[in-house]
């Protein structure tokens, strides 16, 4: 009876390749990684979880989650009862980190006097800090605000020209 011997040439025939055991590997450690990275750091699984999520990245001074739990409180998104003054709140941290778009709408809340009282003076002072901040959208709410306080004058100038002397008007 003849033996075989299967280790005979294994070396020669298979050299050790890492790349090829890292393929070999990689359909299987790549979700457990996955859901080891979700358990540890707490992803939200599912979509009600999104606030929790946001409210932690917002406690930590993420301006664009205090932002969004600002929107989600001042309009009942992700299932929270609309609340204009927690949404005020949120949106003003978010608007004194520099966010622009919370700036904008910090002033609009301000000119209504959605979840706070309302202050046109402060409603300029936001809105004159969201045009320079970047905002496209708070020079046409700042001239909307002009034209219904019947200052026509100063809203049609303040659409023709350049906003870098607006801070000076305005504080």
Do not use: C
Request: proline share 4%; hydrophobic share 40%; net charge negative.
């Amino acid at each position: 009876m003849q033996s075989i011997d299967y280790t005979e040439n294994l070396a020669t025939t298979q050299p050790h390749n890492p790349k090829g055991q890292l393929r070999h590997w990689a359909p299987v450690l790549i979700p457990v990684i996955a859901i080891a990275l979700a358990i540890l750091f707490g992803m939200p699984d599912k979509a009600s979880d999104d606030i929790g999520w946001l409210n932690r990245l917002a406690k930590a001074g993420d301006s664009g989650a205090q932002l969004q739990v600002g929107l989600a409180y001042r309009d009942g998104r992700y299932g929270l009862t609309a609340d204009a003054t927690k949404g005020f709140y949120w949106l003003q941290q978010a608007a004194n980190n520099g966010n622009a778009y919370a700036e904008d709408t910090v002033a609009e809340m301000y000119a209504s006097g959605t979840g706070t009282p309302q202050d046109i003076t402060l409603a300029m002072q936001w809105w004159t800090k969201s045009m320079h901040d970047g905002d496209p959208q708070a020079r046409l709410h700042m001239s909307e605000a002009l034209i219904k306080s019947g200052k026509i004058q100063e809203a049609e100038g303040l659409l023709h020209r350049d906003h870098t002397d607006l801070k000076l008007q305005y504080n």
